[in-house]
């Protein structure tokens, strides 16, 4: 009863863009809040972006506030996230997370969850 399938993941150099997606099947997703959870080598898991299920209102970490950009499409059912100018400290397992409070993603609490796409920035 629902599923989320990261993609977009890679290398790139530091400076450079990529543009992950979350495509979700199984249900709508229209009435979630989607995000994206970031958990580097030896560190625990980040919050990363949320996007409400109107589009209204989105959080960002400050890590990359300015840089990353979440987007939605409920018509899709899919979650994007823009990253540019991206930094080594953003190499990271990326995410999608699917949760009905941004609270809940925030505190780990999401109710479906990606399998993850590995997202590695060079120096």
């Known amino acids: 009863q629902g599923q989320l399938v990261e993609s977009g993941g890679g290398l790139v150099q530091a400076g450079g863009s990529l543009r992950l997606s979350c495509a979700a099947s199984?249900?709508?997703?229209?009435?979630?809040?989607m995000g994206w959870i970031r958990q580097a080598p030896g560190k625990e898991r980040e919050f990363v972006a949320s996007?409400?299920?109107?589009?209204?209102?989105?959080y960002y970490a400050d890590s990359v506030k300015g840089r990353f950009t979440i987007s939605r499409d409920n018509a899709k059912n899919t979650v994007s996230l823009q990253m540019n100018s991206l930094k080594p400290e953003d190499t990271a397992v990326y995410y999608c997370?699917?949760?009905?409070?941004?609270?809940?993603?925030?505190?780990?609490?999401?109710?479906?969850w990606g399998k993850g796409t590995l997202v590695t920035v060079s120096s």
């Open positions: 997370n699917a949760a009905l409070t941004v609270q809940a993603m925030w505190n780990g609490q999401g109710d479906y």
């Open positions: 199984g249900r709508t997703f229209s009435s979630y809040t």
């Open positions: 996007i409400s299920w109107s589009g209204d209102s989105t």
